[in-house]
């Protein structure tokens, strides 16, 4: 493998450490071993429940350290090797010729003596020949060590990969169940080996596992129990909010352009074994506050039929210098994980805008989305939205990051009743005894959400009098509305202007 080959070639080099952080700590080790064993070289595993074991023999099958022996495969209980920096002291004092890997071992990263000792050993390389591997979910380098330190990372299963693991469980399951065959709809494999992208190769694998073992078939059920359960793995329940049923809103009244626009991609996007250079990207989408954005968003999620994650800029911020950095790179590397989907960023604008007394975190913010924008290869389509085109940055919105910008204008009158309707409809109201046309002839000007509150505000008159809501009802709401067409009309009006020759209309 791929993998096996690259780990080994970073053995061979010159970096006496090497980084590995990964949650398959198992297939990891797995590697080592066997690379270790085809070279002869001594291989030791340390944790702080069982001490320094000895996994693979060297030159010697038996090595003391003091009064301790360890032989291969051999864990001695209750020794001093299960003290951090004791088992440093025995590797820079007592080892030569071998590889020691440190599990979990991020947490003594932050003591300076630990520090040092690993320094130390690092320094001692061309003189002992020994090499540390550091294994852990997560591990923040001290800068001491980190121009020492070489990172490996594990490849995460493509769709063909993937394909062959759903395979190899179905035969799993045939032989403990006499022959009997998985029940399996073929669409709903190919679309559960799409959705299991991103993953790592043991969590894909009992997810698989999971989908088989629940009912002996592999059907469209299985789906939103297997995005749910990624979506958990990811982890980011405060800064991305997760909707996996988005079919529906493929049907939403209006935005005919963007959704012929989105049509022509759905394939590209969702073609897993295509070239990852032609992926679409994602969109922009400008308009007046309570236009439809959020819908628009929505929609587009539905036209992919992949699920939607909500990125909330507001909860990104944190008072802890760093602590924002992180959180953006977090939620980001969650949305890779839950690829294909669609990551909406919604009022963009208000998280990436220079702010003098934020220390430049804002700034750090847009580099680190931009630079993510710029390199990622999985199939995440981007939707951003904004209100305030005035601040965003032009390296934002230029071709290249983002594949076109949209403008959501004010609804026309065919959209204006297609969104009385859906209203009405919502509260049990019958359309068919209001006079529509005429509440659209009064409505000229008005957003979705103020048609959505003319509705609300009509059946709250109506109820207070013990009443059936009426056309009258409807448009003395309507009429004593102002929009916001009309209050900030000269705002409006501007970024009509302004959108009229720089973007694509939404419907």
């Known amino acids: 493998m791929d993998d096996q080959r690259n780990l080994q070639t970073l053995l061979e080099s010159h970096f006496p450490i090497i980084v590995i952080e990964t949650h398959e700590e198992q297939r990891a080790l797995e590697m080592l071993k066997n690379i270790l064993y085809s070279k002869g070289n001594g291989f030791y595993t340390w944790t702080v429940a069982q001490g320094l074991k000895s996994v693979v023999k060297g030159i010697e099958s038996t090595r003391r350290f003091g009064n301790l ?64 591997v550091l294994l852990s979910h997560a591990l923040e380098i001290p800068a001491e060590i980190k121009r020492l330190c070489a990172r490996f990372e594990l490849s995460l299963p493509d769709s063909k990969k993937i394909r062959q693991m759903i395979s190899e469980e179905a035969t799993l399951w045939r032989r403990k169940h006499s022959n009997e065959m998985v029940r399996a709809d073929p669409r709903a494999v190919e679309l559960l080996a799409q959705n299991l992208a991103g993953l790592t190769a043991s969590d894909a694998t009992r997810l698989v596992r999971n989908a088989i073992y629940n009912d002996g078939a592999i059907t469209h059920s299985d789906l939103a129990e297997v995005m749910d359960a990624k979506y958990e793995l990811a982890g980011q329940g405060g800064v991305l909010s997760f909707e996996y049923d988005t079919t529906s809103f493929s049907e939403v009244g209006g935005f005919s352009k963007l959704k012929a626009w989105m049509e022509k991609r759905r394939k590209p996007f969702l073609a897993s074994d295509g070239p990852a250079i032609d992926v679409p990207k994602g969109l922009l989408l400008v308009g007046i506050q309570g236009g439809g954005k959020s819908l628009a968003a929505k929609a587009i999620a539905g036209v992919l039929q992949v699920p939607l994650l909500r990125f909330d800029l507001a909860t990104l911020y944190n008072k802890y210098i760093g602590e924002t950095e992180k959180n953006i790179r977090e939620a980001l590397k969650a949305a890779d994980v839950m690829a294909p989907c669609v990551l909406w960023i919604d009022e963009i604008e208000k998280g990436i805008s220079t702010n003098e007394s934020d220390n430049g975190t804002s700034q750090r913010v847009l580099g680190t989305l931009l630079t993510w924008m710029a390199e990622r290869r999985s199939r995440v389509f981007v939707v951003a939205t904004a209100n305030n085109i005035d601040m965003l940055p032009p390296e934002l919105i230029r071709k290249g990051r983002l594949d076109e910008i949209f403008f959501v204008d004010l609804p026309s009158p065919a959209a204006r009743i297609e969104i009385l309707k859906v209203h009405l409809k919502k509260r049990g109201i019958e359309a068919a005894g209001l006079d529509l046309e005429k509440a659209v002839q009064e409505s000229e000007g008005f957003s979705g959400a103020e048609l959505e509150q003319s509705v609300v505000s009509a059946r709250y008159a109506a109820q207070a009098n013990d009443e059936a809501i009426t056309t009258e009802h409807l448009l003395a709401e309507i009429r004593q509305t102002r929009p916001l067409s009309v209050v900030m009309a000269e705002q409006i009006e501007a970024l009509r202007e302004w959108a009229h020759h720089r973007t694509v209309l939404a419907d």
């Open 69 to 132: 022996a360890l032989q291969e495969g051999d864990t001695t209980t209750a020794n001093p090797t299960t003290e951090p920096d004791s088992v440093l002291a025995i590797v820079r004092n007592d080892l030569k010729n071998c590889v020691v890997a440190l599990l979990d071992f991020h947490p003594y990263l932050t003591n300076p003596n630990i520090v040092r000792l690993t320094k130390e050993i690092a320094q001692d390389f061309y003189t002992t020949n020994n090499k540390l």
